[in-house]
C-alpha cells in the first residue's frame, strides 16, 4: 500500500537516473569544408585499430573514450586534413563531438 501512495512522487521526482556506471561512448559528427567525401576513418591511437564509417555516412557512433586521429576518404582530385581528437567526458557537449577537416581539390 505505502509503494502506491509514493509512487506518484517517484514519477514526479524522476528518481529514474541513468546509470552512472556505463562505459563512455561517444557520437563524432564529421564536416568537411570544399567536398562531400563519401565516408570517414578514424584511427585509434592507443591501439592503431582503424574504424569507418558505411559510405556516404558523416558519423561514428559508440566510439570509446580515447585519443583518434579522423580523417576522410579522399574523393577524384580532392582530399581533407587529418585531425587529432581526444574523446573524454570532460570534452563532450551532450556526448557528442564536431570534426571538422579542411578539404582541398584540384
Given at each position: 500500500?505505502?509503494?502506491l ?5 517517484l514519477?514526479?521526482?524522476?528518481f ?25 576513418a578514424?584511427?585509434d ?8 564509417t ?9 566510439l ?17 586534413s ?25
Amino acid at each position: 500500500m505505502k509503494l502506491l501512495f509514493m509512487l506518484p512522487f517517484l514519477v514526479l521526482f524522476n528518481f529514474n537516473q541513468p546509470n552512472q556506471n556505463s562505459t563512455d561512448d561517444f557520437t563524432v559528427f564529421m564536416e568537411v569544408t570544399t567536398y562531400q567525401p563519401d565516408g570517414y576513418a578514424a584511427k585509434d591511437l592507443a591501439t592503431g585499430e582503424w574504424i569507418y564509417t558505411n559510405r556516404g555516412q558523416n558519423f561514428f557512433e559508440n566510439l570509446p573514450a580515447g585519443t583518434y586521429k579522423f580523417t576522410a576518404y579522399e574523393g577524384h582530385f580532392c582530399g581533407a586534413s587529418s585531425e587529432i581528437l581526444t574523446l573524454s567526458e570532460a570534452n563532450a557537449i551532450d556526448g557528442t563531438f564536431t570534426v571538422t577537416l579542411q578539404g582541398w581539390c584540384e
